[in-house]
């Protein structure tokens, strides 16, 4: 119904040859803080909610006091949790996302002992749970141990954009790691390095109290799952920097051999042979459990060693650009449900950023978009994955995954606009569209970030 539905839209529009917007919604009107879904997980199992955070433009999230939602129907909204003299320096909560199927959100939490001295940072934050109907009470999903002896299955920096495995069974996000970072700034020699781990609920962990109140108990299991290194060797598949990741389908991908592999998609910093560096396409394979080491090293890492992967975690390259025209990818990477593809961003021939597909068991990429200018960041599939929503010319624009010649198969959701839409979010029933607009306020020169919805299938 929901694909019949769409064709019929895209026949239409192909048709009458004018354009048809679907009407914008403006749901959010406080015009006091800001209302950000950072790219992320935000609508309600049963989508009639939409979870945002409050972060300030100059400040970011460690200047975000609250986690709060708004009912996209009734625009009444709710503050689900709330830090209690937040400052500018932190602690700071943000990058809120919904669980697919229960009633709770998960969003970062910077530690409550900050100062301007040693605020919120990237090595300095958690992940907390909290029930839409039991506010304000956090539960703490990863365990943070950064004195030694370190922990197995406790983390030692900061995790960051927090996203539930479609299943629910696991959690994904980034990492940045407080030991390499004081390694770093003892050294001059650069440890620094953003990567990827994962959690899941194998074991609660607990962790030694420490004084200065920087080490956090956790009720999910964690570990480090991308290695990487300072100096990768020009030419190979070692990376120094892990971001832009996220699930491969709603329960892994289907390998060779039929059997379904749970993975993470992200980009991976590579040095090429001549010594430039681009950002590649990987997965990394995940395996049932996490709680084994692998032969790099420790789960919880040494005093001047990352956390490592562990045992049977596989990690593979998937794109080769480097010795192309336009080398790099870019985007943070999105899987269809069923896991056999994955959408990025990359330049076409002509060094125009469009949308292109691969399969997570590798071969050629399939270019999606045909536009003569850039795709622009932002990009989400349909809960059938027959079509691509993404910003494209300031426009929300739809595209089709078909073998229709291009010009048939995209279409604009929304008019140009001077303001760039952002962070884009479909319902998981395909009704609703969510994103972020930029709102000039009355009678100040300013503006602020609200939450905006398009119906697809509605255009009163």
């Not at 420790?298 to 990690?315: A, D, I, R």
């Not at 479909?426 to 009355?442: C, F, L, Q």
Request: proline share 5%; aromatic share 10%.
């Amino acid at each position: 119904m929901y694909y019949k539905l769409l064709l019929t839209l895209l026949i239409l529009w192909s048709c009458t040859g004018t354009e048809m917007y679907l009407k914008e919604i403006q749901v959010t009107t406080d015009n006091s803080v800001n209302h950000d879904l950072d790219n992320n997980d935000n609508f309600s199992p049963d989508g009639k909610w939409l979870v945002y955070d409050t972060r300030t433009i100059i400040g970011g999230i460690g200047a975000s006091p609250s986690i709060e939602r708004v009912n996209i129907e009734t625009e009444e909204t709710q503050v689900l949790y709330k830090v209690a003299d937040n400052h500018d320096y932190g602690p700071g909560v943000g990058a809120v996302s919904y669980h697919p199927s229960e009633n709770r959100v998960l969003f970062i939490h910077g530690l409550p002992v900050c100062s301007e001295n040693n605020p919120y940072q990237q090595w300095r934050r958690t992940g907390v749970i909290v029930n839409d109907n039991q506010q304000n009470i956090a539960i703490n999903m990863d365990a943070r141990d950064v004195t030694f002896p370190f922990t197995p299955g406790a983390l030692r920096g900061g995790t960051h954009r927090h996203e539930w495995s479609r299943d629910g069974k696991w959690i994904g996000y980034t990492y940045n790691d407080a030991i390499m970072k004081k390694q770093e700034d003892s050294t001059g020699i650069k440890c620094n390095l953003r990567t990827i781990a994962v959690s899941n609920q194998q074991y609660k962990v607990e962790v030694d109290k420490d004084e200065a109140g920087e080490n956090v108990a956790g009720t999910w299991f964690s570990a480090v799952v991308v290695r990487v290194v300072p100096n990768p060797k020009p030419g190979s598949d070692e990376i120094s920097n892990a971001a832009s990741d996220s699930w491969i389908g709603t329960s892994g991908y289907k390998r060779a051999d039929g059997a379904m592999q749970i993975a993470r998609a992200f980009l991976g910093k590579v040095c090429s042979k001549d010594g430039k560096f681009t950002d590649e396409l990987f997965v990394v394979e995940i395996p049932d459990s996490i709680d084994i080491p692998g032969e790099y090293g420790p789960l919880e890492g040494t005093v001047n060693t990352f956390p490592m992967p562990p045992k049977g975690t596989v990690q593979r390259r998937l794109t080769y650009t480097a010795n192309s025209k336009f080398p790099g990818c870019s985007g943070v990477v999105r899987s269809s449900n069923d896991g056999s593809k994955i959408a990025f961003l990359k330049k076409d021939n002509n060094g125009i950023q469009q949308i292109f597909m691969i399969s997570p068991l590798g071969g050629e990429s399939i270019q999606i978009t045909e536009h003569i200018s850039d795709v622009q960041t932002s990009f989400r599939w349909s809960f059938d994955q027959k079509s691509i929503i993404y910003i494209w010319d300031n426009s929300i624009t739809l595209c089709e995954i078909s073998d229709l010649p291009f010009e048939k198969r995209y279409k604009r959701l929304t008019a140009k606009s001077a303001d760039t839409p952002s962070n884009l979010v479909w319902s998981n029933d395909g009704k609703t569209i969510a994103y972020n607009r930029m709102v000039p306020i009355e009678g100040k020169n300013d503006q602020i970030k609200h939450i905006f919805v398009i119906k697809p299938y509605s255009n009163k």
